[in-house]
């Protein structure tokens, strides 16, 4: 056994995406060996030039990759891309039907011209009355009611981050492998489409299913109906806001007692899960006493030791100083333009070992001349192809 963890060593991967979606497929078949290389306009992908929170998407999601700049506008850069094609074993894309009809890379064509080839579509629906629309994260979490569940009534509110996106483009990757493992018994590749909205469908499949099981919608998240004693955020001595949970019995016997709130342990009305949640009112503002009397950093070593979920309220920039996510293989360093960034490694170990591979990121057409010229096109035709000379195809 090799100590490097690269079971798509061998396969190719070309990627003509933008924003999230499509790069995190990329981004993810990358980790695991593949050669990915990404097909950009002459002027680069667009999401390059994205400020703000939009600033990170290009060189996070592209880490590991090979830049290759094509003109699909030419004659002669359609032609070098479906050359390139036929030297891949998996086409991702994320672009509208119509774009991909007009460039020649739609699915229907690209499947009868390579058999084996694994087409992967990251689109905002899947087929049917939607399939056209334009979709975003957003707007997904607006449709599926995830945005309802997470802001109080009235104030529907947007996760955090990009997770449809970053899931959908590892339900992408997903769809890829088993494709992908599937033509070694076949020798056929797959066209496999993967949804934002569907996505976004499945984050919200426990709310759809309470109510299918009671007949009654859920309330959003900030007012929902507890099912735990204790599930709450407090503040310490000093103000910081800790969460605390006690979601078993023997978690609400441990909380009493490290709060020294033993006299609840006996009380006649809190003798089961439900007497202690139909209690809430009371007992909370208790707990809530003892955690304002004490500071977090007093209080979080105890609270590991008595198996009691909790956590600081934290920003994701702490999270470079959090000693569990900066301990060895935590992170991947990579080189963007003329400075280095780190970010968190995929969420699994082999072996004990986490992937921090990730890699740089690369240049617009970095890779032109190892990539194109290896697919025999002359010199002043890859002019045309990159987009180096006004010459018209």
């Known amino acids: ?3 490097t963890f690269a079971p798509l060593a061998g396969i190719r991967v070309v990627e003509m995406s933008h924003m999230i979606m499509g790069p995190s497929c990329g981004m993810f078949l990358g980790y695991l060996g593949a050669e990915v290389i990404k097909v950009e306009p002459p002027q680069g992908d667009k999401t390059r030039s994205l400020t703000g929170m939009g600033r990170p ?5 592209n880490r590991g990759k090979k830049s290759v700049t094509i003109d699909v506008k030419t004659d002669a850069g359609r032609a070098a891309l479906d050359k390139l094609l036929s030297t891949a074993d998996v086409f991702v894309e994320n672009f509208r039907d119509a774009s991909l009809v007009k460039a020649g890379v739609d699915a229907q064509t690209l499947r009868a011209k390579y058999p084996k080839l694994v087409f992967a579509a990251c689109k905002g629906f899947l087929s049917g009355p939607y399939q056209n629309r334009t979709a975003l994260d957003e707007v997904v979490q607006m449709m599926t009611g995830l945005a309802y569940m997470t802001g109080p009534t009235g104030t529907p509110l947007r996760v955090g981050s990009s997770a449809n996106d970053i899931m959908g483009g590892l339900f992408a990757a997903f769809s890829v492998i088993a494709s992908l493992m599937e033509r070694k ?3 056929k590749g797959r066209e496999v489409r993967v949804g934002l909205f569907e996505n976004c469908l499945l984050l919200v499949a426990q709310h759809m299913v309470q109510f299918e099981l009671e007949g009654k919608n859920p309330p959003p998240m900030p007012e929902r109906e507890f099912s735990w004693p204790v599930y709450d955020i407090f503040k310490d001595k000093n103000g910081k ?9 023997g978690q609400w016997a441990a909380i009493c007692k490290l709060l020294e709130l033993d006299d609840l342990l006996t009380h006649p009305q809190l ?7 139909n209690a809430r009112d009371w007992t ?12 977090e950093e007093d209080l979080a070593p105890e609270f590991e030791a008595a198996g009691l979920p909790f956590s600081p309220i934290a920003k994701p920039s702490d999270m470079y100083d959090n000693p569990h996510v900066m301990r060895k293989g935590g992170m991947s360093t990579s080189a963007y333009e003329d400075t280095t960034f780190r970010a968190p490694a995929l969420p699994f170990e082999v072996d004990g070992v986490m992937l921090t591979g990730g890699g740089d990121v690369p240049e617009i057409g970095r890779d032109n001349a190892e990539i194109l010229a290896a697919l025999d096109i002359d010199a002043a035709t ?7 000379s006004g010459q018209a195809a």
């Open 284 to 295: 909370i503002p208790l707990v809530a006493a003892k955690i304002a009397a004490r500071t």
């Open 382 to 388: 890859l002019a045309r192809v990159t987009g180096q």
């Open 271 to 277: 003798q089961n899960r439900m007497d202690q949640i």
């Open 185 to 187: 018994e076949t020798g």
């Open 241 to 249: 806001q800790i969460f605390v949970g006690a979601v078993t019995e």
């Open 57 to 61: 998407m290009f060189p996070l999601f």
């Open 1 to 3: 056994m090799t100590d």
